[in-house]
């Protein structure tokens, strides 16, 4: 036979004696990395299982009474929304709406009096307050009313504050009356705030630029009882063309 031919049949028989393809190269992936495909779904479930643990606990530390939560605005707003302490403290008045009743002693006659007034009326989200008030003598012809608007220039809750003053008064003494346009300045120190303790100073002019001109000065202390009850005094001087007359207030005052 050819020697060719011979060599020929021996290759094919060995081709033929070769084993098949082994079974880790019919396999698509490896072992390894079905083991890494197992870890990371292992770490997928212990994440989301850590996340429905987590929600458990959350839940559970705000499982309050309803009848706490209702009767608490502060803890409802606290579970509704987590709030800005640092904005509520710079923004919310460091003051609080008043209801003022007390004695006035006129210095001209002299004589005894009284005095009441509603102080600091906030209007809406504003820096803008209202203030009111009316005093007169029971013996004589002493008597002051009027309205007042304040607009703060720094935030409510600073404790030093400044604020121009507009408004009306009458002023009525010794026979004479004052009225018209009331201007000027306010400089409030909060010592305590939430109307704990204060003390302002108040300037303004009645009819400024006319002849009956009459600058008011007001010097107030205030100071806290209980929560809703405080004790006030002022010390007033009015000064016009024709002379002075002081006055001097003590009352109380009942916080909004």
């Known amino acids: 036979m050819n020697p060719k031919k011979i060599c020929l049949l021996q290759g094919l028989t060995l081709l033929l004696m070769l084993p098949p393809s082994p079974a880790w190269a019919n396999d698509p992936i490896s072992y390894s990395a079905k083991d890494l495909v197992k870890s990371e779904e292992r770490g997928v479930k212990s994440e989301e299982n850590l996340t429905q643990n987590l929600e458990l606990k959350t839940q559970n530390s705000i499982d309050l009474d309803p009848t706490l939560s209702k009767k608490s605005p502060v803890l409802q707003r606290w579970i509704n929304e987590i709030p800005d302490v640092a904005s509520d403290i710079k923004n919310d008045p460091s003051f609080r709406t008043r209801i003022r009743f007390g004695y006035s002693n006129f210095s001209s006659d002299p ?21 009111a008030n ?61 109307g704990g303790s204060d003390i302002s100073l108040t300037q303004t002019w009645v009819a400024p630029g006319s002849d009956e001109e009459t600058g008011i000065s007001t010097l107030s202390f205030g100071y806290a009882l209980t929560h809703q009850i405080r004790l006030s005094t002022d010390l007033q001087r009015q000064n016009t063309k024709r002379g002075k007359d002081d006055r001097i207030g003590i009352g109380l005052e009942w916080m909004l």
Not at 111 to 125: C, H, I, Q, S, T
Not at 138 to 162: A, C, E, I
Not at 169 to 179: A, C, F, I, P, V
């Open 111 to 131: 004589a005894a009096g009284f005095n009441l007034g509603v102080e600091e009326l906030r209007v809406d989200r504003t820096r803008l307050t209202l203030s």
């Open 134 to 194: 009316y005093q007169m003598a029971l013996k004589g012809d002493q008597q002051s009313w009027g309205t007042d608007l304040h607009y703060y220039l720094r935030p409510l809750g600073s404790y030093v504050n400044v604020a121009p003053v507009v408004g009306y008064r009458h002023l009525k003494n010794n026979g004479t009356s004052t009225d018209g346009l009331n201007l000027g300045f306010r400089l409030l120190l909060v010592l305590s705030r939430g």
